[in-house]
């Protein structure tokens, strides 16, 4: 996914800037960078993740930025697929830009700029950098405002950002809000606008309010503008309109609550941990109300590291079944491990964070939460290293329903083939055959027998001794927003 953040300040933004983007650290691991406008020029600093820490990464950019006087607007990102913020000289002077999103037709619309004299200077992996063409996009336009709302109509996927000129920053939520964007105030008059809420707090910002799906404001030292700036900015600064989504819907991103958001984090006004204690919880009165039972005969339950703690938390609160940590993540070194392009070395690092305790494992009976199963590997592996430690069963409750459908908004899996997802392989395998649209939505409804077989499919394949997902009421009613304010695609395939 990605994380993006900006500051507005009277004097230097340097280590607010510098802090607030640390705090979206869990959000991503391949790339980071800053940028702070000062008398004129831009100061910039772009590094990669995947081996260090962002502190370590930018404490000497952080050090030379806070010089800068007087520096007082920036933007910054933990990004997951470019390098960014980059710098644009455009129409409307120099400005930066800091993106979270996906676009499914960067080619396609590169093309059309290309066949129109357009250039591109900015590179990722042999491909098109996706920030350098909303930029380009932006550009196509009389105004930041108008070109922003324009590159968000053009492209097939979801996009949010931060745009930076000398002035102040112009934030702009995806047109259905499946990313958030928030905008806080410090004691001295200092804006910050983050994509999450807690990156600011112990900074001295109190939250404003949430961007609504589709909204553009400007933040400036005058405040939050709603209207066009005062005659005194520059003729190169175009006027700002706040536009709301043309779209009457709303689609925030289910795995916010499911994996990616930090426990500390809320959206739409819902707390993160809160959230996931409540889907524990409904899956420890389902297991009841079945009469499964492990919720009678368990010796402990865990949550897989970290995503999967709250939840376990919940479950082992209202099944009255003791919480025990069985793996320990070993948080010195380990990164999150999905994020990697290799999958070997995925692998290798989900192996290596978890620490076994034996003692708590031996012999014993045990039920553990999952945020979800995407491909399977790991959790197979994790299971794998449970039955090496002594354990005599291990049960298995995803946080969320079975994934079929690849994520095509913000990236949520690296996936490139809903054929990597281990629901779709197994169901590939029950049918004997890759099924058709229609044979494929028997498969999303738990009261069919084709979704118990599918169940039990994956059940055998990870070698768990029993597999029981929520289902998808289940799943809004933990997150606790009406399902059709939600994203759900990666499970149903909605739009």
């Not at 900015?122 to 709302?149: H, P």
């Not at 949430?210 to 709603?226: H, M, Q, R, W």
């Not at 994790?382 to 039955?387: F, G, R």
């Not at 995803?398 to 949520?412: E, S, V």
Request: hydrophobic letters at 35%; glycine letters at 8%.
């Amino acid at each position: 996914m990605g994380g993006i953040f900006g500051v507005v300040s009277k004097g230097n933004c340097a280590v607010d800037l510098y802090f607030g983007v640390d705090y979206h650290s869990h959000l991503g691991t391949k790339k980071a960078g800053m940028a702070i406008y000062s008398e004129g020029k831009w100061e910039r600093s772009i590094h990669g993740l995947e081996n260090v820490q962002f502190r370590a990464r930018f404490t000497h950019a952080v050090n030379r930025m806070s010089q800068m006087a007087p520096g007082n607007v920036g933007i910054g990102c933990i990004s997951d697929t470019d390098a960014q913020p980059i710098l644009v000289q455009s129409k409307f002077g120099l400005f930066s830009i800091t993106t979270v999103g996906r676009i499914n037709n960067l080619e396609s619309l590169a093309n059309e700029l290309m066949d129109n004299g357009v250039q591109f200077v900015n590179f990722e992996d042999g491909g098109l950098n996706q920030t350098e063409l909303v930029a380009k996009l932006i550009n196509q336009k009389a105004s930041i405002s108008e070109g922003m709302r324009y590159a968000q109509e053009r492209i097939d996927g979801s996009m949010t950002m931060l745009v930076a000129n000398a002035k102040g920053i112009y934030a702009a939520r995806d047109l259905v809000g499946r990313t958030p964007l928030n905008i806080a105030i410090k004691g001295d008059g200092s804006l910050c606008v983050s994509f999450e809420s807690h990156a600011y707090l112990n900074m001295g910002y109190q939250k404003v309010r949430d961007l609504g799906p589709g909204e553009i404001v400007f933040l400036s030292a005058k405040g939050v503008e709603e209207a066009e700036p005062s005659e005194e900015v520059p003729a190169e600064i175009p006027a700002i309109e706040v536009k709301k989504a043309p779209l009457q819907k709303k689609r925030v991103c289910s795995f916010l609550w499911t994996y990616y958001g930090y426990p500390t984090a809320s959206y739409e006004g819902v707390n993160v941990e809160e959230s996931r204690y409540r889907c524990g919880a409904l899956l420890a009165k389902a297991d009841k109300e079945d009469g499964m039972r492990p919720t009678v005969d368990l010796d402990g339950v865990d949550g897989v590291p970290d995503s999967g703690l709250a939840a376990a938390i919940g479950y082992a609160n209202q099944s009255e079944v003791h919480f025990k940590r069985a793996f320990i993540k070993y948080t010195p070194t380990w990164p999150r491990s999905f994020m990697p392009a290799n999958q070997n070395v995925r692998d290798q690092i989900a192996h290596m964070k978890l620490i076994p305790v034996k003692e708590l494992i031996n012999g014993k009976k045990l039920l553990f939460i999952d945020d979800s199963i995407v491909r399977g590997t790991q959790l197979r592996d994790a299971a794998e290293l449970l039955y090496k430690n002594g354990a005599k069963e291990v049960h298995i409750r995803p946080a969320c329903p079975p994934i079929m459908y690849g994520c095509k908004y913000i990236n949520f899996s690296r996936s490139t083939s809903d054929m990597d997802l281990i629901a779709r392989r197994m169901i590939v395998r029950l049918e004997g055959g890759v099924p058709s649209e229609e044979r494929l939505k028997l498969y999303l409804n738990e009261k069919t027998p084709e979704y118990q077989a599918m169940v039990e499919e994956i059940r055998k394949e990870m070698h768990f001794t029993s597999l029981k997902y929520p289902t998808l009421k289940m799943t809004t009613e933990a997150i606790g927003i009406p399902e059709c304010d939600l994203c759900t695609y990666c499970w149903n395939g909605r739009e």
